[in-house]
T-cell receptor
Framework: QKEVEQNSGPLSVPEGAIASLNCTYS??????FFWYRQYSGKSPELIMS????GDKEDGRFTAQLNKASQYVSLLIRDSQPSDSATYLC??????????????FGQGTILTVHP | DAGVTQSPTHLIKTRGQQVTLRCSPK?????VSWYQQALGQGPQFIFQ?????ERQRGNFPDRFSGHQFPNYSSELNVNALLLGDSALYLC???WGQGNSPLHFGNGTRLTVT
C-alpha cells in the first residue's frame, strides 16, 4: 500500500464546475496536510495547508480533512481553464522525527475544458 | 523577496559521472530539503538540512549526498550516475523544524545518458 494515494486521473471538468480531488494516507501519525499545484514543466506551488479536522476555505479552494478516515480532499469551485494542472497531495509527520519530510502522492491531473 | 533559486536549470551527464546541484533558500528560511521527481510521479524526499547538518534522509543510496553552508544555501551531490537518476531535482526551503509549508524552487532537470 502506498503511503499517500491519489487517483491519477485525468479528471476532466467543464469550466465553472466544481472539481473534487481526493487523497488517502496510511500513517495515522500524520499531522500536516498540503495541496500543491504543479503546472507542466514547473515546480510545485503550495495552494492549501490544513492541520485539523474539518474544512478550510481560501477563495475558490476548500480543503477537507478527516483524520479518522485518513482522508483529505480539495474542492475547486468555479473551475477555470487556468486550473488545469497536476494536483499533489502531501502529508507530513512533523510531530515525530520527520520534520519537514513530505510524502507526496503521485498527483491527479486536472483538465478544465471551456 | 527572492524565492528559492536553483542552478543549473538543465544538465546532461553521462553514466558514471558526478553532478552537483545548488540551491539558495527563500529569504528568511533556514531549512533546505531536496526531492527527486521522476516523470509522472510525485516528488520523493531525498534529505533535509538544518543548521548545516543532515536531519532526515529518505530511501536513497549513499551516492546521494549533500551539504548546507552557513548562509543556508545547499548543494546536492550525486556520484556514479545511473540512467535512473534522470529526473527533476527540486529544492524546497522552510523555516525551522516544525511543519511550516515548503516553498519549492524551479528545479534542475538532470538527464543521464
Amino acid at each position: 500500500q502506498k503511503e499517500v494515494e491519489q487517483n491519477s486521473g485525468p479528471l476532466s471538468v467543464p469550466e465553472g464546475a466544481i472539481a473534487s480531488l481526493n487523497c488517502t494516507y496510511s500513517d495515522r501519525g500524520s499531522q500536516s496536510f498540503f495541496w500543491y499545484r504543479q503546472y507542466s514543466g514547473k515546480s510545485p506551488e503550495l495552494i492549501m495547508s490544513i492541520y485539523s479536522n474539518g474544512d478550510k476555505e481560501d477563495g475558490r479552494f476548500t480543503a477537507q480533512l478527516n483524520k479518522a478516515s485518513q482522508y483529505v480532499s480539495l474542492l475547486i469551485r468555479d473551475s477555470q481553464p487556468s486550473d488545469s494542472a497536476t494536483y499533489l497531495c502531501a502529508v507530513s509527520n512533523a510531530g515525530g522525527t520527520s520534520y519537514g519530510k513530505l510524502t507526496f502522492g503521485q498527483g491527479t491531473i486536472l483538465t478544465v475544458h471551456p | 523577496d527572492a524565492g528559492v533559486t536553483q542552478s543549473p536549470t538543465h544538465l546532461i551527464k553521462t553514466r558514471g559521472q558526478q553532478v552537483t546541484l545548488r540551491c539558495s533558500p527563500k529569504s528568511g528560511h533556514d531549512t533546505v530539503s531536496w526531492y527527486q521527481q521522476a516523470l509522472g510521479q510525485g516528488p520523493q524526499f531525498i534529505f533535509q538540512y538544518y543548521e548545516e547538518e543532515e536531519r532526515q534522509r529518505g530511501n536513497f543510496p549513499d551516492r546521494f549526498s549533500g551539504h548546507q553552508f552557513p548562509n543556508y544555501s545547499s548543494e546536492l551531490n550525486v556520484n556514479a550516475l545511473l540512467l535512473g537518476d534522470s529526473a527533476l531535482y527540486l529544492c524546497a526551503s522552510s523555516w525551522g523544524q516544525g511543519n511550516s509549508p515548503l516553498h519549492f524552487g524551479n528545479g534542475t532537470r538532470l538527464t543521464v545518458t
